[in-house]
């Protein structure tokens, strides 16, 4: 019952991570920052499509929650080694 809750306070401090260091790129301007505009939105339609497809498919809270962890940490690591 209460599984998912613990990854789901993970995924809120992993997110506010990479929140900050996008909002840092955003913030710089130039190509880059076009760049990165265009993958938050492609990433946030990517994820509404996987959230409809794995509860069609009957995935669990935690399995969707680990999934978007894995995504966000992928993020945060990729923003952290740009700049």
């Given at each position: ?23 840092a790129k ?58």
């Open positions: 019952m209460f599984a998912p809750w613990p990854n789901i306070v993970w995924l809120a401090l992993g997110s506010s991570e990479a929140i900050g260091l996008r909002v955003l913030a710089a301007r130039g190509i880059d920052a076009q760049h990165e505009s265009r993958l938050i939105v492609s990433e946030k339609a990517g994820a509404l499509f996987e959230v409809g497809i794995g509860v069609l498919s009957g995935a669990t809270a935690t399995n969707l929650v680990n999934r978007f962890r894995d995504q966000i940490a992928a993020n945060a690591r990729r923003l952290a080694t740009e700049n």
